[in-house]
């Protein structure tokens, strides 16, 4: 029996960055009625979860930041943080510094970056204009990262590179991955998304279950990406929208429609409820 359900947003659940399609929902709304726990799961922050899921009634608890942080978005509470320590947020960042790359650390559930970033985002950093939604943030602003990372001791709950330019990626990834304080992965293929060693959105599944008094056999998780792999992987069933990568449908046990035919509906309906359709 299925007591939680974790879903990814961008490429599973959404059909755009803040739309959820009326099958979805309903998909959702119909298993929350039988008690089962709705959580959206993200590498977005908390601030940037978009309104068509905090607005629903039964959404209660959020995986965010690829599992740097959980909160009970009803009471703005943290359940559980996973965060990376200032010491190695001030490593990367000393890294980061030497290229001209957009940058975001999400910190106690909100955005800070660099001020004059935004306005140069697309004519200095080459953020595509279809891309330019996810700068939307309610973002604060530091005029150094490292600065702000020593005078308060901020620890993140994720830092974000977007849209890199593959060269430059590489490179990046290269020197990065050399920091046993942190560990990587993406949502799409031009980024980079840093988070504590041994975090991700699977440890902060299996954290909130035991929260909720739910055993792992009793969780499904729902993705499409990178970033989810290890949620799939910690999940008592995955299943995975069939335009995801190829990597995230090895560690499926179900491959379901794809995210703009309501996949996620589909696996709901089948898998937690034992519709046949």
């Not at 559980?80 to 106690?108: F, G, M, W």
């Not at 985002?121 to 990372?149: C, N, Q, R, W």
């Not at 046993?180 to 959105?201: F, H, M, Q, R, W």
Request: charged residues 25%; glycine residues 8%.
């Amino acid at each position: 029996m299925i007591r939680l359900i974790a879903f990814d947003l961008d490429g599973t659940a959404l059909n755009g960055p803040a739309s959820l399609s009326a099958g979805n929902e309903a998909a959702m709304r119909a298993a929350a009625e039988r008690g089962i726990y709705i959580v959206p799961a993200t590498g977005r922050v908390k601030n940037f979860i978009p309104p068509c899921l905090t607005d629903l009634p039964y959404v209660r608890y959020a995986i965010t930041s690829n599992g740097g942080a959980v909160w009970d978005i009803r009471e703005d509470r943290l359940v559980c943080a996973n965060r990376i320590s200032t010491e190695a947020a001030l490593r990367v960042q000393k890294i980061l510094d030497a290229y001209p790359v957009y940058v975001e650390h999400y910190i106690d559930g909100g955005a800070v970056s660099r001020e004059g970033d935004l306005s140069i985002a697309e004519s200095y950093f080459g953020i595509p204009k279809e891309k330019l939604y996810f700068l939307t943030k309610d973002y604060t602003f530091t005029e150094d990262f490292s600065v702000l990372l020593r005078e308060t001791g901020a620890q993140p709950e994720k830092i974000n590179i977007m849209f890199l330019p593959p060269e430059i990626q590489s490179e990046l990834l290269g020197k990065l991955k050399a920091d046993p304080g942190v560990s990587l992965t993406y949502s799409n293929v031009d980024n980079i998304e840093i988070n504590a060693a041994d975090c991700d959105k699977g440890t902060a599944l299996l954290q909130l279950a035991e929260f909720l008094g739910v055993k792992r056999e009793e969780t499904m998780a729902l993705g499409d990406n990178g970033n989810d792999l290890g949620m799939l992987r910690a999940a008592g069933f995955a299943a995975v929208v069939a335009s995801g990568i190829e990597a995230a449908k090895a560690e499926a046990d179900a491959i379901v429609a794809p995210c703009l035919e309501d996949g996620v509906a589909e696996a709901i309906r089948r898998f937690a409820l034992g519709e046949k359709i």
